[in-house]
């Protein structure tokens, strides 16, 4: 699948899981895709959760997450972690970019815990969403149903349990971003 003249940003922060990160954004660039990658400052190093939660792999962000704007995006990708995801959830910015695409009908995939911006977003009541099952009880409480599959496409969002799901997970975002 091809996704030239596609513009997808992926957000991490410090806890970032590598898997997550590293296969869609290698398989989106592979693609054809542009793929901006946005932390909490443009030209920093953030490190993945590695085996303690914030010792992994360092990867240095192309944008600053204030600068993106959901109208100069065709999708977004939240990979999972734990710090990751609780530092993006907390963001404002982060928050409105997610509210903003789901309203233009752009396609948001999260995998993992990465949901959990969904969540505070408040983009999934209605929605079936694919989590891990430590935070059912969240997308539940947000209105969500929860649904223990690989990969779950439920209007412009797509999500997924962990990484094990990565190739189910990327085939539906891909295909999601396609437009198919």
Do not use: Q
């Not at 806890?15 to 909490?40: S, T």
């Not at 404002?92 to 752009?106: F, P, T």
């Amino acid at each position: 699948m091809r996704l030239e003249g596609k513009k997808i940003a992926i957000l991490i922060a410090d806890g970032y899981h590598e898997h997550e990160f590293l296969f869609p954004y290698y398989r989106l660039k592979e693609a054809g895709a542009e793929v901006l990658v946005a932390g909490p400052e443009a030209d920093a190093t953030v490190y993945g959760e590695g085996r303690h939660g914030l010792d992994g792999l360092p990867f240095t962000t192309t944008h600053a997450l204030a600068v993106l704007r959901a109208e100069e995006l065709d999708a977004v990708h939240l990979p999972g972690g734990i710090y990751g995801p609780l530092f993006l959830r907390d963001r404002g910015e982060v928050c409105d970019l997610i509210r903003e695409m789901v309203a233009m009908d752009k396609v948001v995939g999260a995998i993992c815990h990465g949901p959990w911006v969904l969540v505070s977003a408040e983009v999934v009541r209605g929605r079936k969403v694919a989590c891990p099952h430590d935070m059912a009880v969240d997308v539940e409480n947000a209105g969500a149903t929860y649904v223990d599959a690989p990969a779950v496409r439920d209007g412009p969002l797509v999500t997924s349990v962990y990484y094990g799901y990565l190739p189910e997970y990327m085939r539906e975002f891909m295909a999601a971003v396609a437009g198919d």
